[in-house]
């Protein structure tokens, strides 16, 4: 796929979080290696959500009540950052996606895949897919745009797994 560059910039990404009796949305996706904005935007004044707890690095925040708290953070590394309230009712998380494609929602991502293996399957089952290098190929681009346009219209009819 894509190679992945390290772009190194001033400019932050921001991700936005609405806090209001929890955390909307409760998961975000920003990318590794570039400087991290969070931009709390705390719609209640709860006691619950008045602090903001980090576990990786550890990091606590005061958020304004009815008002935006902005924390800054360095470029992370790929993984999970996750965050609580003060007491932990609350969670989030932040997937810190060390490729560009992973900006992609996960679930869009599921679907690629299981394009990807319907189109296999089907090209295998069809024998479109021959293991014979030379005549192999030949069959493939031929028969690889049918292949893909039944498989991408099965994906389309199956409803999308909400989690
Ligand atoms: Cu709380």
Redesign the pocket.
Known sequence: MSTFTSVPTAEPQIVRIRVDRGYRPAQSVAQANVPLRLVFQRRDA??????VIFSSPHIERRLVANGTTVIDLPAQPPGVLRF???????RGEIEIAGHRAALVPRARIVLMIATGAAVFALLVTTGALQLEPAAGVAVLVGGAPAAFTVASRRVALRPAKQS
């Not at 609580?84 to 609350?90: D, L």
């Open positions: 709860e006691h619950c959500t008045e602090r609580t309230c003060g007491m932990g009712r609350y």
